[in-house]
């Protein structure tokens, strides 16, 4: 089953890239997937097939040597992926990020002549890390804070200075949950321009080296699941990065973040893989099709054709909204785009974890043994809503509130 549905509907380059990933992901990553999630390690071997594949640079522009992958095709793509490991498909996001921030929407924005020059040549050397040296990005920004939920500045300063006569940025704080810690070569981190009444306004959008002085990986890590993301606690103290080092142009993130919110839902594509993970493992194990189970039909009991009925149901309904909110991403959205938009997180991000449930439930006793994914994909699948800035409770809380109130509408107080 093709993860993109209808396949008549991709274009070649679409076509080409899943197959990629399909391909990667069924012959390297799935053989590893129990590895490093026994171990909680990061799959280095993953991502130096990625980059021997060219995909490290899926959506670097052509014009900088990359893929030129378009939102639409990324997500398609993270989804085949996670179909296969979905720790992998997780932190490559964060790495993919940087990319779609600092080109197609950056491109889109509001900047004056000098801002767009001074963005070309910084975002020039962020390319050339990717594409000519094979480096990895993160993108760490949740903090424990408000900020990660998109309710307060972050809190993790950059201060303007100059050291040995070059300009830049002195960046200080902590940042939780950094996938990729200690496997990245370049942490992309959102931090708040340090100056008297800074509001969300004034967030910066730094490449900070993993080898700079004053970067420090910190803390244990052994969670319920996607454990190969490696996400520790990244301490930054007074860590030098030159003008150079902006992903984005002062200011900008911010408005980058307002309109264009669909690369939230760049977290949710992992869990679209899961989800169509969970259901095809119930498949093959229901036909005695799984290495290493006994090779006992189960289909023909009429209970276990109607609870794969169920799943396949949810399944194309994840992949529908899912499908269509890849399609519908656009600057500036609509209201009613964006109402689209949360639904399409939320229901990815909890049929995921749903369909997984009712994979366990179908397949009985010996599918949930360690010795079978069944039961990482359904820790990994828990994960997803818990992600800010759109966990299932942010994502149900807007939506209520905005299908109920127009713009600066407010109640009057009821005696
Ligand atoms: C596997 C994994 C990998 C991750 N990788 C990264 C990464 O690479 N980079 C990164 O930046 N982060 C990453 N995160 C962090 C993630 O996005 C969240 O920041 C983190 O899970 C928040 O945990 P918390 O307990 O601090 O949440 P809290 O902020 O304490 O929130 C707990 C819950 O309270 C609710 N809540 C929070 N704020 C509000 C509010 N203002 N109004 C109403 N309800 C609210 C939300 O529903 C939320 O689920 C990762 C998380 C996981 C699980």
């Not at 085949?80 to 990020?97: K, W």
């Not at 909204?321 to 600057?331: C, G, K, P, V, W």
């Not at 994960?383 to 409770?393: D, F």
């Amino acid at each position: 089953m093709h993860i993109a549905g209808n396949t008549r509907l991709l274009t070649p380059q679409q076509r080409e890239l899943i197959d990629l990933a399909a391909t990667l992901g069924r012959e390297r990553f799935a053989p590893r997937a129990a590895r490093h999630d026994r171990e909680a390690s990061f799959p280095f071997e993953n991502y130096a097939d990625l980059r021997a594949a060219g995909l490290l640079a899926i959506c670097v522009p052509r014009s900088h040597g990359g893929l030129g992958a378009d939102f639409t095709t990324y997500v398609m793509v993270a989804a085949e992926l996670g179909r296969h490991c979905g720790a992998t498909a997780l932190s490559f996001n964060m790495h993919v990020s940087s990319c779609l921030w600092s080109g197609a929407i950056a491109d889109a924005l509001e900047m004056t002549p000098a801002q767009r020059a001074d963005h070309a040549h910084n975002r020039a050397l962020h390319y050339a890390n990717i594409v000519e040296r094979g480096q990895v990005y993160s993108q760490p920004f949740s903090e424990g804070g408000a900020a990660a939920a998109g309710k307060a500045p972050f809190a993790t300063l950059a201060r303007p200075a100059t050291v040995g006569g070059v300009g830049g940025y002195l960046v200080s704080g902590q940042k939780i949950f950094a996938s990729l810690a200690g496997a990245a070569d370049v942490y992309g981190v959102l931090c708040t321009l340090d100056r008297p009444g800074a509001t969300q306004r004034d967030s910066l959008y730094l490449a900070v080296p993993a080898r700079a002085e004053g970067v420090q990986v910190v803390g244990d890590w052994d969670p319920l699941g996607m454990r190969g993301t490696v996400s520790r606690t990244l301490l930054l103290h007074e860590v030098f990065v030159p003008h150079a080092a902006r992903l984005m142009p002062e200011g900008l993130y911010w408005q980058a973040a307002a309109r264009f919110p669909h690369m939230f839902a760049t977290l949710s594509p992992t869990y679209m893989g899961i989800a169509q993970a969970a259901y095809d493992f119930t498949v093959a194990y229901l036909r005695a099709e799984v290495p290493g189970t006994p090779p006992v039909l189960r289909r023909q009991y009429p209970t276990k054709q109607i609870a794969v009925a169920e799943m396949r149901i949810k399944l194309e309904q994840t992949r529908a909204l899912f499908l269509q909110n890849a399609r519908d991403a656009t600057l500036d959205p609509d209201n009613d785009t964006c109402m689209r938009l949360l639904a399409a997180h939320y229901t990815v991000m909890e049929n995921a974890n749903d369909i997984a449930r009712l994979a366990i439930r179908t397949c009985g006793g010996q599918a949930m043994l360690k010795s079978l994914p069944l039961e990482r994909l359904y820790r990994d699948s828990r994960c997803g809503s818990l992600m800010l800035p759109w966990t299932a409770e942010l994502c149900l809380d807007r939506l209520g509130r905005e299908c109920l109130y127009e713009a600066g509408e407010r109640d009057e107080a009821i005696e």
